[in-house]
């Protein structure tokens, strides 16, 4: 069982639950030393006294504030005595609709547990409580001489704590990005070629079907290295769609992420003259013997999920198709 990152008391009104702070999350991230070229020789990094080129102990090291004439020095022990809670306090302010809670703020997620079975109902109380009422805990507690604003939720079962950004941490975009575009003047058909893409590519939402692949490739590099071989170079980036190119370009990408089945006729171009609304067509149900080619993407998408194809959710129409004829083959 892990260790908690943090303890303290979770306090909300004149209730007090003592919890842990346990990491939700890891890193799979391959790690590389750094050597000297043409030897096998590492590269440490030394805390060193740039005056005399010494190497320092831990211990001899303080923490000191450029005042610009001099350094102000703090020891570690007068940051935890100024700390709200003495750093052992995890102080719920008041609670808000988990909608007012502003995605740009959110930074890291933690587990919350309870510090002993004695303290199960009060921890359960308030999960289902945040869990009823959809609200989130807006607190702060210091950790490793810095302070934090968290949001208290419930999760599937379990109060978690995630970490925001302060309000005057996130940066203007406005001020950041020198070219945002602002509302531009599409046309209407190129917004309902748009709209037609990305319904044509809606999927459901699984997490599961991802995974890094970068990093599977740098294993893959490292092992190819290792016997002596090489690996193919990933594909360049494609080049950039200009705006005389965009109206091909989306229909062109809804022609290839759907079959023009689905709607029982082509997707609209810009040559097509617009047609008035009319009743969606019936999704036609194939017949036994009847190609995959001819479905639709979200029906080899179905098809796909009940024979738990890998990887379906990133797949085109025709590589759904490809990975249910061979998953079929391997059947037979």
């Not at 995974?211 to 290792?226: N, P, R, Y």
């Not at 494609?238 to 229909?251: F, I, N």
């Not at 089945?261 to 149900?285: L, N, Y």
Request: aromatic share 6%.
């Amino acid at each position: 069982m892990a260790r908690p990152v943090w303890a303290g008391s979770l306090t909300f009104g004149l209730v007090s639950l003592p919890v842990g702070l346990y990491t939700a999350t890891e890193s799979h991230t391959i790690h590389f030393h750094q050597l000297q070229r043409g030897t096998s020789d590492r590269i440490r990094n030394r805390r060193v006294n740039e005056r005399t080129g010494k190497e320092v102990e831990l211990d001899d090291i303080v923490k000191g504030f450029d005042t610009g004439d001099e350094y102000v020095l703090v020891e570690p022990k007068e940051l935890d005595d100024i700390a709200p809670g003495r750093s052992r306090s995890l102080e719920i302010a008041g609670f808000v609709d988990l909608t007012e809670v502003d995605r740009a703020l959110l930074d890291k997620i933690y587990y919350l547990g309870p510090r002993g079975a004695e303290h199960g109902k009060v921890y359960s109380l308030l999960e289902q409580a945040l869990e009823k009422s959809g609200k989130a805990g807006i607190a702060t507690f210091v950790m490793r001489q810095r302070q934090y604003l968290v949001a208290v939720t419930a999760e599937n079962g379990l109060l978690t704590c995630h970490t925001l950004h302060w309000a005057d941490e996130i940066r203007d975009p406005k001020k950041e990005i020198g070219d945002l575009p602002g509302k531009v003047n599409a046309s209407a058909k190129e917004l309902k070629m748009a709209e037609q893409l990305i319904d044509a590519l809606s999927m459901e939402w699984n997490p599961e079907e991802f995974h890094d692949t970068f990093q599977e490739k740098v294993a893959a590099l490292i092992e190819a290295k290792k016997a002596g071989e090489s690996v193919e170079k990933a594909e360049p980036p494609a080049k950039a769609t200009g705006a005389v190119d965009l109206m091909e370009a989306l229909r062109a990408s809804v022609e290839r992420a759907r079959s023009p089945k689905d709607t029982g006729e082509k997707a609209t171009t810009a040559a097509s003259p617009q047609r008035k609304k009319a009743a969606p067509a019936k999704k036609r149900v194939p017949s036994k013997g009847e190609s995959l080619q001819s479905l639709t993407k979200a029906e080899l998408y179905k098809k796909a999920a009940a024979a738990h194809v890998p990887g379906r959710s990133t797949m085109t129409h025709d590589q759904l198709v490809d990975a249910l004829t061979a998953k079929a083959s391997s059947r037979s």
